[in-house]
């Protein structure tokens, strides 16, 4: 072992933690809140102290580690996302205590959070993907626990789904991580642009490229286990699978895009195309829920769709790609810090209440000034509203999109895709007002008939430390917002390096009438959604005369249960075991060919022998082996991989 030992801390501290605070909480449950908390304390002051004295790169080497050797390094973009990711962990950590006061396995959950954590640092302190594919696959399994915690069955059933997506995604990601390497000869990243620069047949390229992006990707079409793990899972929990995980995954694919196909227009128009369509769906998803955290979940996936967009602008603009790079990193922060604080409010409301129907949490937030200025500035941030932080890393990317049309139109090449990607991009903007209005005004304006009193009447919903962990995470937003300049392009100067970003010829304007056109037109087409749509078509009187939101999106337009499932649970086991038949058939013909050409009637009196019933033997061996070595293993892998996924979705 080699380097900056402090790199290796980082991972290993918070696992070493785990297992001391487990052996704790069995003897005692509040020493062991306290020293979770500690340990996620020190790991954010520790990581508050590299930021702060950052001045250049750093590395650790372990050779010895899994025989392909640990790399971690410490650069720009490393120390800024190791920082909110050991943020984030503070601030759930501290909110924990409180959430989980009446839970149960609640040392289980302990345990796996602070190993998630070191397994989530050793993703981004990551040098080499071979160090980061071990590291998000520790991550993936032991984050599994947080979705199935409650153990109902719709947690165990959502648990699967994210165990599925994540065991296959895994051994998707490492034959492309074989094949890069095949045609690399390394899995460094510092290394792979210039080992990959030169192939002059990508094909491979490509193949290993799209095996990797599936494994680390959470968006369309493999977004399904986001809308369904985070309504689940404890909302501490749900906020850093928002915030922070999903991040990891997108670090996945910025190594890919930013260091084997940079500049890759080919490459850039297929993460644009995914990027897109994730982003509107999980949007117009959005404003039909009525579920709180599911709401939240698909805003999650909405904005995995904004940062797509702008790792697909990377690859179109090329070397003009700066606006591309610097909106990319900056909604990759944003989204993580707004999504900390809407979850932890989101967990306020459900440890009061224990519901998050809006219909039944109507009204909750009214008097609750904490908890209402809190989700305002986590609302006004994603939705890119000018002062808050969402709105420079949108203008950011919109102005890259922009960018790229002018420069096409320069060239005298056709620019209606693009422009129907801007007005997709504006339009989804809208539709995050439309569904973030929503949630505010039912939780904060409305009045809920039946137990407004009641909701009034509470002022202790939640702690100091609760208090303390939401509203401190909630004022950082317009902080970074109303000065982008001083804050967001500081930040965007240290971490743009990572994926070969330049800074911009000139300083941005921000609030210039040029950029802040963008936010218009998405507010107005929010306001249009949310009074036509959402009031209009989305409420209906119920039985009582009171008008309630109501879901209309069809129940059976579900894409995990309509396709995925069908496909896993019954047409492959039918195929499997289609083609274990074929094979029997096939091996059961040949051994009765041996039967009449080479063991005949002619040879019974050989059998007689003892060299004949030697060959008779013979003959039995073979046919046993055949039988053993084809047929036979294909049907009993067929049998398991039933097995295997009835027990995964059951």
């Known amino acids: 072992m080699e380097g900056n030992f402090i790199l290796l801390f980082l991972v290993l501290f918070p696992m070493a933690g785990a297992f001391v605070s487990y052996l704790i909480g069995r003897k005692n449950k509040e020493a062991r809140n306290y020293f979770a908390a500690a340990v996620a304390i020190i790991e954010f002051l520790v990581m508050a102290y590299l930021f702060v004295t950052f001045q250049e790169t750093t590395e650790f080497v372990w050779k010895e580690f899994c025989g392909r050797g640990m790399y971690l390094e410490l650069d720009g ?14 601030m759930t950590t501290i909110f924990s205590k409180e959430y989980f006061a009446h839970y149960r396995n609640r040392n289980r959950y302990y345990l796996f959070t602070l190993l998630t954590l070191g397994a989530t640092v050793g993703v981004f302190l990551s040098a080499d993907l071979f160090t980061t594919f071990i590291f998000f696959e520790i991550m993936s399994f032991t984050s599994y626990v947080w979705v199935a915690h409650d153990e109902k069955e719709a947690s165990m ?6 165990l599925a997506v994540a065991v296959i995604g895994g051994l998707v990601m490492l034959m492309g991580l074989f094949l890069l390497y095949t045609q690399a000869g390394t899995l460094k990243i510092n290394e792979l642009y210039e080992a990959c620069h030169g192939i002059q047949d990508k094909t491979m390229l490509y193949v290993a490229g799209g095996c990797i992006l599936f494994g680390f ?4 079409p493999v977004h399904i286990w986001l809308p369904k793990a985070h309504p689940v899972a404890p909302a501490p929990a749900s906020a850093l699978l928002s915030g922070i995980l999903t991040k990891s995954g997108v670090y996945g694919i910025l190594i890919i895009s930013a260091q084997i196909f940079l500049h890759d227009a080919v490459w850039g128009n297929a993460i644009l195309g995914f990027g897109v369509i994730t982003m509107f769906m999980g949007a117009f998803l959005a404003v039909f829920s009525i579920d709180l ?13 904004f940062i797509l967009v702008g790792v697909g602008m990377q690859g179109l603009l090329g070397h003009h790609n700066a606006l591309a790079v610097r909106g990319t990193l900056l909604h990759m922060v944003n989204h993580s810090l707004i999504k900390l604080v809407l979850f932890m409010v989101a967990g306020v409301v459900y440890m009061n209440l224990h519901k998050l129907d809006l219909n039944s949490i109507r009204g909750f937030g009214r008097k609750k000034f904490c908890l209402m200025g809190s989700f305002l500035m986590g609302a006004l941030g994603i939705m890119g509203i000018p002062l808050w932080n969402g709105y420079v890393s949108k203008t950011l990317l919109h102005e890259s999109i922009v960018e790229y049309i002018h420069l096409l139109h320069e060239e005298g090449v056709a620019v209606m895709n693009y422009k129907a990607v801007e007005w997709i991009f504006l339009l989804t903007g809208g539709l995050t007002i439309a ?5 505010f005004v039912a939780i904060f304006i409305e009045k809920n008939d039946t137990n407004q009193e009641k909701f009034d009447a509470k002022k202790d919903y939640m702690s100091k430390a609760s208090a303390f962990a939401i509203a401190g995470s909630a004022i950082i ?30 300083a941005v304007h921000y609030f210039s009438f040029v950029n802040l056109k963008g936010a218009i037109i998405s507010l107005v087409i929010g306001l249009v959604v949310y009074f036509g749509v959402v009031r209009l078509l989305l409420m209906k009187k119920d039985e009582t005369g009171r008008r309630v939101y109501i879901n209309a999106w069809p129940e059976w337009l579900d894409l995990e249960n309509a396709v995925y499932r069908p496909i896993l649970l019954v047409f492959l086991p039918f195929i499997g075991a289609f083609v274990s038949r074929v094979f029997e058939q096939i091996t059961d013909g040949f051994i009765a060919l041996l039967a009449k050409t080479v063991y005949t009637p002619k040879m019974e009196e050989k059998q007689k ?27 009993m892998y067929g049998i398991g991989m039933v097995i295997i996924l009835v027990y995964v979705f059951k």
Not at 77 to 90: D, E, G, N, T
Not at 157 to 162: D, E, F, I, S
């Open 157 to 162: 059933r959502a648990a699967g789904t994210y």
């Open 77 to 90: 973009f490393r120390v800024l996302y190791v920082l909110i990711a050991a943020l984030m962990w503070m």
């Open 217 to 220: 990707a959470g968006m369309y």
């Open 609 to 635: 022998s003892k060299k004949g019933q030697e060959f008779r033997k013979s003959i039995e061996k073979t046919s046993s082996r055949i039988r053993g070595s084809i047929s036979y293993a294909l049907l």
């Open 477 to 506: 937003l317009p902080i970074l917002g109303f000065v982008p300049n001083v804050t967001m392009d500081r930040l965007a100067d240290l971490g743009q390096e990572f994926m070969h970003g330049e800074s911009p010829a000139h």
């Open 293 to 305: 955290k599911r709401t939240l979940a698909l805003s999650s996936m909405s904005q995995i769709g």
């Open 435 to 439: 569904y973030m209005i929503k949630l």
